[in-house]
Structures are given as structure tokens and as C-alpha cells.
């Protein structure tokens, strides 16, 4: 069974550092694409950062500088480093990867990434699998 397991969430001031971990079982991290969403509540999901198969990484606008994405092969983990947080990084942050071309899939895409319309947040509908995520809350 594929699943994504987060961890590392919490509460922190303003300007503190988080390090949220997503273990994988039932394939391999670096075999993929994996990333992290976030979403706050009222707010559509927000893909804030990206590694691919081949070690590349992207960001979103909002997190670029302050946050990092590794991952170790010998823990199968993939790693987020949240600095310099914000108030307006609080939201609950869900790992997430694509294991279609695998022939696998786990858990889908959180329910409250989809709009009223049926739409999907930008770039959810490409992620097959999704952890239950964990919270970040930034206080000022």
C-alpha cells in the first residue's frame, strides 16, 4: 500500500523554523515526483514547493528564500525546511507525490483542495497521492 506519512508540525513565533518530514512506503522517494501543498483555512491549496525524480526543486513566490526541499534515500523521506516564518505561512501542509506512472496510487487528493464548481487548486489534480498532512501555525 502506498502512503505518505508527515510529520514535524507545531507552533512557533514569528521569524522561528520548522522541519516538516513525509516518509514514503510502498515506493520509493526519489523514483517520482513529490512536493508540498498547503492550505489555509477558507484559502484553495497552494503547491509551495517541488522536487522532482531527477533532484530538481521549485517554489512558490510566497515561500522562495525562506523554505528548502530535500530528501534522504535511506529513509525514504523527503524533507521541508520552513525559516523565517510567517503569520501567513499558518495552514495545514500536505506532502504529496505522484505514483501514477508506477501503476500505484494511495490516498487522493484532499476534498477541500476541489472548489464549489468542481475545479481543483492549481496543480492538485496531478498529485495521485496525498499524506493527512500536518499543521503550522506562525503566531506574530
Known amino acids: 500500500e502506498v502512503q505518505l506519512m508527515e510529520s514535524g508540525g507545531g507552533s512557533v513565533q514569528a521569524g522561528g523554523s520548522l522541519r516538516l518530514s513525509c516518509t514514503g512506503s510502498?515506493?520509493?522517494?526519489?523514483?517520482?515526483?513529490m512536493g508540498w501543498f498547503r492550505q489555509a483555512p477558507g484559502n484553495k491549496c497552494e503547491l509551495v514547493a517541488f522536487?522532482?525524480?531527477?533532484?530538481?526543486?521549485e517554489f512558490s513566490t510566497s515561500v522562495k528564500g525562506r523554505f528548502t526541499i530535500s530528501r534522504d534515500t535511506s529513509k525514504n523521506t523527503v524533507y521541508l525546511v520552513l525559516n523565517n516564518l510567517e503569520p501567513e505561512d499558518t495552514a495545514r501542509y500536505y506532502c504529496?507525490?505522484?505514483?501514477?506512472?508506477?501503476?500505484?496510487?494511495?490516498?487522493?487528493?484532499?476534498?477541500?483542495?476541489?472548489?464549489?464548481?468542481?475545479?481543483?487548486?492549481?496543480?492538485?489534480?496531478?498529485?495521485?497521492?496525498w499524506g493527512q498532512g500536518t499543521q503550522v501555525s506562525v503566531s506574530s
Open positions: 510502498g515506493f520509493s522517494v526519489d523514483r517520482t515526483d
Open positions: 522536487i522532482g525524480a531527477g533532484g530538481d526543486t
Open positions: 504529496v507525490a505522484d505514483v501514477t506512472f508506477l501503476g500505484l496510487s494511495g490516498r487522493g487528493p484532499v476534498a477541500s483542495c476541489r472548489s464549489a464548481d468542481g475545479t481543483w487548486s492549481p496543480k492538485a489534480g496531478l498529485y495521485n497521492t
